[in-house]
């Protein structure tokens, strides 16, 4: 058996090896007080769309390059190595929710603006405890006459400042199925900041009727209220 990189895989490599390594200066953040803008985040997105980045696991149907994962392992190994600051990690999370609990209506909605870099996802799935499946959610959703909602919050949600739309993990009737959330509408809100003694997290709030007013919680905050779309489970 031959696990040796075909010609298209080196090539693609090493394209990304060389853009990477033209474009990614991590140097504006080593200063005090360097911010996201710092970093170049959505320069650096906007020319990774442009070689088609956003849209390498969404299937040609969509919009996308529908790459194989060994070609994904080709780019995204090379931002690794870069640290490259973009969106890519929750852009490709929330897309592979979508294709595994999508119905073909939300995904020929969502993934072709994905694909273009007019939409950007992020996968909120983690509880606070570390916990990504099983009962005890720390989102409940609850079907009502408009729709359903979702009351609780999820953590450590990779590029939630940066998303257009959220992949939210929630139990309904003791089970976890999937809900699209636009990142964007009223009620959504996402706080960043970082506590003393605990790491860099996103914690999300969805409550059903109106805001709660809670105490300051702790690290980086995703606070969401919305009435979102189901997606169904992702198994």
Not at 47 to 75: C, H, N, Q, R, Y
Not at 178 to 186: H, I, R, T
Request: aromatic content about 6%; hydrophobic content about 45%; glycine content about 12%.
């Amino acid at each position: 058996m031959n696990f040796a990189l075909s010609e298209d895989h080196e090539l693609l490599r090493d394209s990304a090896r060389s853009f990477l390594d033209k474009e990614i200066d991590l140097a504006p953040l080593l200063v005090p007080g360097a911010t996201v803008k710092d970093a170049r985040y959505d320069a650096n997105w906007s020319k990774m769309v442009e070689l088609g980045w956003a849209g390498l696991v969404i299937p040609e149907d969509f919009g996308g390059s529908g790459m194989t994962l060994i070609d994904l392992i080709m780019v995204v190994n090379e931002i690794g190595r870069t640290l490259a600051p973009s969106p890519m990690l929750g852009v490709l999370g929330g897309t592979w929710a979508l294709l595994k609990g999508g119905s073909d209506e939300q995904k020929a909605r969502v993934l072709p603006r994905v694909a273009t870099g007019e939409l950007k996802l992020a996968l909120a799935v983690i509880d606070a405890t570390g916990n990504v499946d099983g009962p005890g959610s720390d989102a409940k959703a609850a079907a009502g006459s408009k729709g359903h909602a979702i009351n609780g919050s999820k953590s450590f949600v990779i590029d939630a400042a940066a998303a257009d739309v959220l992949m939210v993990a929630a139990e309904i009737n003791g089970v976890r199925e999937w809900f699209l959330v636009d990142a964007k509408q009223n009620g959504v809100e996402v706080e960043t900041g970082l506590a003393r003694h605990h790491p860099p997290s996103l914690y999300g709030q969805f409550p059903r009727c109106r805001r709660r007013t809670a105490a300051r919680r702790r690290c980086d905050n995703l606070a969401v209220g919305a009435r979102p779309d189901p997606v169904g489970s992702c198994g």
